[in-house]
């Protein structure tokens, strides 16, 4: 079950201290063009999710585990990050230098392939049995990884922590059925993806992507 935060009430929030806890921040970069507009809802919401993760830690607990998709972690996991996404890693960087850990996350292997076989994807591909049999082995290698990215979950979140897990939205890795999950959606979000849709059907854009 996913908890809405900007529907929750504090003595609902309350009820939830026991047991793992998951934040789930859905990742959005800034745009790949010069889209001033576009840019300053990026800007406004990584503002207001920060907000929100804070008031949720206010309620709950201090997040004890980060987790990033597309980075392994490691001792240049906040570097990788700020290559990725400047929004997100400024607020890893906050709860890191507030005791949380940056975790391992996916299996740098799985990782490369993943990536590789997308790269594939996004060539002008001529032959119909190439692009079928390139978009099955980028199936397969997605699922894997999302097997990855949840059994890594489970593993290091510990009974009664609260997590921040950061994936893209359109994300299909299955939590543990244990794991209260939390979804943040600051206001800024609706906004941002009208505002990107909006765009997108009239071909004035790209979407956001790393």
């Not at 998709?69 to 709860?95: F, M, R, Y």
Request: with cysteine; aromatic share 8%.
């Amino acid at each position: 079950m996913t908890e809405a935060l900007g529907k929750m009430e504090k003595p609902e929030a309350a009820s939830f201290k026991l047991g793992r806890k998951l934040a789930f921040v859905p990742l959005i970069f800034l745009p790949p063009d010069d889209d001033v507009e576009l840019a300053s809802y990026v800007k406004q919401y990584w503002t207001e999710a920060a907000e929100q993760v804070n008031r949720l830690a206010n309620t709950l607990d201090n997040v004890k585990k980060v987790y990033h998709e597309l980075v392994p972690a490691g001792e240049d996991g906040l570097n990788d990050i700020a290559q990725i996404c400047l929004g997100s890693h400024d607020l890893v960087k906050t709860l890191i230098e507030s005791g949380a850990t940056l975790e391992e996350t996916e299996d740098p292997e799985i990782l490369a392939e993943y990536l590789d076989w997308g790269r594939c994807l996004a060539l002008r591909l001529e032959s119909p049995k190439v692009f079928s049999e390139i978009y099955d082995r980028y199936a397969q290698v997605q699922q894997k990884r999302n097997e990855v990215i949840s059994l890594k979950i489970n593993e290091s979140l510990k009974n009664d922590e609260l997590g921040l897990v950061l994936l893209r939205e359109e994300h299909r890795v299955q939590f543990p059925p244990d794991i209260q999950v939390f979804y943040v959606a600051p206001p800024a979000l609706d906004t941002l993806t009208r505002y990107v849709r909006s765009r997108l059907e009239m071909g004035e854009t790209k979407a956001p992507a790393p």
